[in-house]
């Protein structure tokens, strides 16, 4: 590892392969011969043609999607799309569910409100969050136009340990923490989404993948940018895409697929949080705020109960080199971030340091 990089546990955007950011830096100037730089080029030159279909084919081969998903390449971020989904969806019966187990997707359930009738299949904040409700929690509406919820909640750490059975409703999913970290039966869902800038590339893209025919019934006054008719006819190019960050996703799935892939992701993936875990459930001085069987294995969220600690506990590791562990201000306390490319050595050294910290305190 380059000596004058940290280890980077910070919630999104967030830590790249370094290959993946050597490989760019390589190509900046001169993209293959082309004598421009990815950032200048047209959208529809060949050359990016190139990049764009093969990121596309990249995605639906790691993912194993099916030809009749559209995969699109869009922009305003992954809220933007707590607005198109209802714009898009919720006209099918006026009504839909959401599954509120966090910040994400509460916000996603308060925008949807503005556009249907909207029923809470369950809503976790009776206990700030910490757990994932079981299947027969929910409370489900044969009669929703989807059901909504998020796979993984990045500020409370909490993940689904499995995907909601909703009959005929189709299902719509906000991967945006935790996409390419397993494999998926991406044929469960109605739509999956993930803002780029957590598991994939740098902020600016928004990947969304739709199955065929839930698209063209959007409310009338759906803008433009947001309806996903128009972006599976013009192929997400209605206007210009987001290139250089299609371009990162390129890069970042080359390295997914070299690294075993999504089965390969998720290896690494609990090899990483258990080691976490295991240290935290051990000391005498952290505690986790998610509950067993609810964990993420992507954000783990910690404290010490004393909040001049957690700050002492974050000022000091982040003297050693571990930086952007505080905790979002909705949990307080430490949260590390250990998104794909975190390598697990820097979760080992973390777990010393943590170690270390219980022993001196
Ligand atoms: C970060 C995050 C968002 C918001 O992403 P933006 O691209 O900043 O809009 C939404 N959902 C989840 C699960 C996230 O982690």
């Not at 998903?69 to 569910?97: E, M, V, W």
């Not at 700030?128 to 919820?149: G, M, T, V």
């Amino acid at each position: 590892m380059n000596n004058a990089r940290v280890y980077n546990f910070a919630a999104g955007p967030s830590v790249l392969p370094l290959s993946v950011l050597e490989q760019a830096g390589a190509e900046i100037t001169n993209y293959r011969g082309s004598g421009m730089s990815v950032m200048e080029m047209s959208h529809r030159s060949k050359v990016f043609m190139e990049i764009f279909q093969e990121t596309q084919d990249k995605l639906r081969r790691l993912m194993n999607i099916p030809q009749n998903y559209r995969i699109l390449f869009l922009q305003t971020g992954a809220s933007g799309q707590f607005s198109a989904i209802p714009l898009n969806l919720i006209g099918a019966t006026g009504k839909a569910d959401y599954a509120v187990t966090g910040n994400f997707s509460n916000l996603a359930c308060q925008e949807a409100a503005k556009y249907g009738k909207i029923s809470l299949a369950c809503d976790t904040g009776d206990r700030n969050h910490c757990y994932i409700p079981r299947q027969e929690a929910l409370k489900l509406d044969p009669e929703a136009s989807y059901f909504y919820y998020c796979a993984n909640n990045t500020i409370y750490g909490t993940e689904w340990d499995y995907i909601p059975e909703t009959g005929d409703v189709p299902l719509v999913c906000d991967m945006s923490s935790d996409i390419l970290s397993m494999p998926v039966d991406v044929s469960r869902f109605g739509l999956i989404y993930a803002g780029a800038q957590k598991n994939m590339a740098p902020a600016g893209l928004t990947v969304v993948i739709i199955r065929d025919g839930l698209a063209g019934h959007e409310l009338p006054f759906t803008p433009l940018m947001m309806n996903y008719q128009t972006m599976i006819d013009k192929d997400s190019m209605y206007n210009t895409p987001p290139c250089w960050c299609i371009y990162m996703l390129g890069l970042t799935l080359d390295w997914v697929a070299e690294n075993g892939g999504p089965e390969g992701m998720e290896r690494l993936k609990w090899q990483r949080a258990n080691l976490l875990y295991e240290v935290l459930d051990s000391s005498r001085l952290f505690t986790c705020h998610a509950d067993k069987g609810s964990r993420s294995g992507m954000n783990v969220t910690f404290r010490t109960g004393d909040e001049a600690l957690d700050a002492k506990f974050v000022k000091e590791a982040t003297e050693a080199g571990f930086v952007n562990l505080k905790g979002h201000r909705k949990t307080g306390g430490m949260r590390a971030s250990i998104y794909n490319a975190m390598p697990v050595e820097g979760v080992e050294k973390l777990c010393e340091f943590i170690l270390e910290f219980d022993k001196n305190h």
